[in-house]
């Protein structure tokens, strides 16, 4: 009877315990981050690794995370199909935080994630103490956004932006008034705390480039 209740509340306190989905390419970088998390002690903590953003979606609804960690991306990552995934896990995904964990150089992307719907992005150099918090957290201590989310119409307007097309196109292949295409477009400029086109051209710029250089060293890999 007694090893029947410890086993028992084995599987309660595994239950329990917070899941966290980590989205890491690198074998290497994974093993680091569970030695990391297991000095610090965070047995609460119960991780499951995939190493290509194409696997996430069956894991998100075998393993039901938490958390999903983006600790790292591979080289071949397409960030326009990142971002069309964010938005669908900010639709259908309302009770799992997002982190992003980004390299010092690329800072610049922290208000278009979160607008995206990403909860947290880590900035290199990251503590321990960061990660562990934004893992461990609940929904209601979430980090306040910099840039507001925008509502899922406006994330699909905001990715056709992002590729190039105008305003006038995007009414064409979505039937409505090319006036109701410019409103929302400026709705998506002041969320992103963008005050003028041009700042929102450049963005899409440094995304069509990160793309191609994505692509030469994926084709040289």
């Not at 086993?7 to 290497?28: D, F, G, M, W, Y």
């Not at 090319?178 to 086109?197: E, G």
Request: overall charge positive; hydrophobic content about 40%.
């Amino acid at each position: 009877m007694l090893q029947v209740n410890h086993q028992h509340t084995e599987h309660s306190a595994a239950e329990n315990r917070k899941r966290i989905l980590v989205v890491e390419p690198s074998k290497i970088n994974w093993i680091g981050l569970q030695q990391l998390l297991d000095d610090a002690g965070s047995t609460e903590l119960s991780f499951c690794r995939v190493s290509k953003l194409s696997d996430v979606k069956n894991k998100i609804y075998k393993f039901n995370p938490d958390v999903i960690l983006f600790s790292s991306l591979s080289r071949g990552t397409d960030y326009l199909s990142l971002l069309s995934f964010l938005s669908d896990i900010a639709s259908y995904r309302l009770k799992t935080n997002v982190v992003f964990w980004l390299p010092h150089d690329m800072a610049w992307m922290t208000q278009l994630l979160q607008a995206f719907g990403v909860d947290t992005v880590l900035i290199d150099p990251v503590n321990l103490y960061q990660i562990i918090q934004c893992l461990g957290s609940s929904q209601a201590d979430k980090t306040p956004r910099n840039a507001a989310l925008l509502g899922k119409q406006e994330r699909l307007i905001a990715l056709a932006l992002l590729h190039g097309r105008s305003a006038t196109a995007i009414a064409s292949v979505t039937g409505k008034d090319a006036r109701t295409i410019s409103t929302q477009k400026k709705s998506i400029i002041r969320k992103l705390q963008m005050t003028t086109n041009e700042e929102l051209y450049l963005l899409a710029g440094k995304l069509v480039y990160l793309n191609n250089i994505n692509r030469q060293n994926g084709d040289t890999r």
